[in-house]
Each structure stands twice: as C-alpha cells, then as structure tokens.
C-alpha cells in the first residue's frame, strides 16, 4: 500500500531521458509517464489519462513514491534495478493482460524474452499477438518492462510510447541488450 488518500496524486520528475511521472492511489501504482518531449507535455498526458489527478511536488511524495522515483532515475541512469517491490494497482486489469504483465514484471534488467516466449510462459503459445496489444496498454512502462519484450529473431518489434521504438531502443541500450541481433563487425557505421 503507497497511501491512505482516497485520490490519485502524481509527480513528475527528472531522469536522465526526460521528465516522467507517476501516479497512484491507496493500491499502489495506477500510471508511469515516460517522457513526453516536455514536462508540460508529460504533466498533460498524465492528466488526460487520470482526470481529476492531483499533482504532488518533490517535497510531498510518499515514501514509497519518492523511493519509486528514485531506483526509476538510477535504472535510466544506466544501474541495474528490477523495480521489485514497488507496489502496482492491478485493479480493473484483464487477466490476461496481468498474466503478461508479470512476465513481463520478471525479466531482469539486461536480459529480453520475444513475444511468443511470454506468450508460452502463460500457457498461450499461440497468442504471441495478443501479448504484444497488451503490452501496448501496458499502464507502468519501466515498473513493468515491456521495452524487454522483442519480437521473433530479436528484432526490436513495437513500442507504444510517444517517441516509438526509437525510446525502446534507447532503454535497451541503456540495459546493454543489442536489440535486432548482437553487434557486429560493421555496427557502428548503422548506428545514429
């Protein structure tokens, strides 16, 4: 449990991409905002996706949002952290869509699974499309890691976030994962 309040909060904060924010209510976790480009633009989507939310400056997190806030700061600063423990509210989520969620949940930081082996993981090995619509609406990108889920082959596959799989492969390469294969000899003239 994050807090007694009966209403969403959220804050916005710096990271080494962006701003991002997050929000909750008295079950944890209900939204995390990766960057939008601004922190005006992050501040409005937030509040499209949760109207009525109230925005919580620095100095008035929760413990367990300002913890939150950091470990997501030093995981995209580059320092391994699987965001374990930081509590999420699952209320209202399909439950398929929460069987792929703690697939996904479980993959540790530098490491990737393609969509067909979560699929597989629940039981489901022909929904390897289903388990990519659903990590699109996934509510708590980075918390749950949906950026480690690659399409076959390991090809970078999709990613719903304003700045696409460009973003994706950016927090990849933070965790050092070489999405669409290992490097090779001639990497460096495809990359930029």
């Not at 388990?131 to 990613?159: E, K, Q, T």
Request: charged content about 20%; aromatic content about 6%; proline content about 8%.
């Amino acid at each position: 449990m994050i807090s007694t309040m009966s209403s969403t909060a959220y804050t916005l904060f710096d990271t080494p991409l962006g701003v991002c924010g997050l929000a909750w209510g008295p079950g944890g976790l209900c939204a995390v905002q990766l960057p939008e480009g601004s922190e005006e633009a992050s501040r409005a989507r937030l509040e499209r996706r949760l109207p009525g939310a109230r925005e919580v400056l620095a100095a008035g997190r929760p413990p367990a949002i300002a913890e939150a806030v950091r470990r997501i700061a030093v995981l995209l600063a580059g320092a391994p952290d699987d965001l374990a423990g930081i509590a999420l509210d699952e209320s209202g989520l399909e439950p398929f869509n929460a069987r792929v969620y703690a697939v996904a949940r479980a993959i540790p930081p530098g490491r990737t699974l393609t969509y067909g082996e979560v699929a597989a993981r629940i039981g489901e090995p022909q929904a390897a499309q289903a388990v990519g619509r659903a990590l699109g609406h996934n509510p708590w990108p980075i918390v749950v890691p949906c950026h480690r889920v690659l399409a076959a082959g390991g090809r970078i596959g999709g990613f719903s976030a304003t700045s696409g799989i460009a973003l994706k492969r950016r927090l990849l390469a933070i965790e050092s994962v070489h999405a669409d294969g290992p490097p090779d000899l001639f990497s460096w003239q495809r990359a930029g």
